[in-house]
């Protein structure tokens, strides 16, 4: 279960190895089929460049565009925030 908002999903772990990819698929919404990939690299000069993938067919025809144009800014605002998070001193 993951929850934004008020909005919530069921989004499964298909995937994991440690410190490094995160695989899940979204089980609603929009979507006849999703599947999301994280992957976190040790950035040269220090930190983690994050890479957020995903693959999905629309339950809707022809709602692919618009679904990839709001999932990217979703992710970009989501890796951000992911950012912000690992760079506090306080946790």
Do not use: C
Not at 11 to 21: M, N, Q, S, T, Y
Not at 34 to 57: C, K, M, Q
Request: proline share 5%.
């Amino acid at each position: 279960m993951f929850r934004t908002g008020r909005a919530t999903s069921r989004e499964p772990i298909v995937e994991l190895v440690a410190d490094r990819r995160f695989g899940y698929e979204n089980l609603g919404g929009p979507f006849r089929s999703y599947r999301g990939v994280i992957e976190l690299v040790e950035a040269p000069g220090g930190g983690t460049d994050i890479t957020w993938s995903a693959t999905f067919v629309p339950k809707v025809p022809l709602t692919g565009r618009l679904l990839r144009r709001y999932l990217t800014g979703y992710m970009q605002r989501m890796a951000d925030g992911l950012a912000r998070y690992a760079g506090r001193s306080d946790i």
